[in-house]
């Protein structure tokens, strides 16, 4: 069965910090990742998504990019929080087929900027 | 418009009854549908999916599509305590060689013991 990892489970940073969110799938081969943020209060917001190894689309233009190294390695990373990055980040993955679409978050990462 | 609309709730209902919730969604691309419960301070959960027209049923949660009304929803029979959290109606559909999902905002449910 698949597994889906992320840490730190929490992050409390500076404004002007870096950051490195980390996310590993376990049990499958060439997934569709994702990366989501949930603001206080609101919907899910799609980041990024993943198709194969170095291949990254971008969702919305900001503070964040992501990058994949390994085929089941998905990283978010800033060079400088701002305030507004605050939120519980979610990384998701799909099998790579053309007939199942169901999608599975991590347990996620709680990020605090301060 | 939003693309995938839910009531903010909250939806009260007493326990072992039958709780209903409502999703509609705009893009009539949409070929996937799915229900996600999240617990506060946790991820969200897939608890059900539906691809064509009609009813699934898995326990007690049932998943009903009607594409030409745009209309998916969650029953949830026999309401337990332990149901009570935020509802997640997401739509999926293929874009750019991959599949990208579209959430509302969510129902928060309490089931009242």
């Known amino acids: 069965s698949q597994t889906i990892h992320q840490w730190p489970a929490t992050l409390v940073q500076p404004v002007g910090s870096p950051l490195s969110l980390e996310c590993t799938v376990e049990?499958?081969?060439?997934?569709?990742l994702y990366w989501y943020r949930q603001a206080a209060g609101r919907g899910l917001q799609l980041l990024f998504y993943s198709v194969g190894i170095g291949q990254i689309s971008s969702e919305v233009p900001q503070n964040l990019s992501a990058s994949r190294p390994q085929d089941r390695q998905f990283i978010l990373s800033s060079k400088k929080l701002l305030l507004s990055d605050s939120g519980f980040y979610l990384c998701a993955w799909r099998l790579n087929t053309g007939t199942l679409y169901e999608q599975y978050f991590g347990p996620g990462t709680r990020l605090t900027v301060t | 418009q939003k693309e995938v609309e839910q009531n903010s709730g909250p939806l009260s209902v007493p326990e072992g009854a039958i709780a209903s919730l409502n999703c509609t969604y705009s893009d009539r691309g949409s070929q996937s549908f799915f229900w996600y419960r999240q617990y506060s301070g946790k991820s969200p959960e897939l608890i059900m999916f539906?691809?064509?027209?009609g009813d699934k049923e898995d326990g007690r949660f049932t998943a009903q599509l009607n594409k030409a009304s745009q209309y998916v929803s969650l029953l949830i029979r026999d309401s337990q305590p332990s149901d009570s959290a935020t509802y997640l109606c997401a739509v999926g559909r293929p874009t750019s060689g991959t599949y990208k999902y579209i959430f509302g905002t969510g129902t928060r449910l309490k089931v009242l013991a």
């Open positions: 539906i691809y064509s027209n």
């Open positions: 049990g499958t081969s060439n997934p569709n």
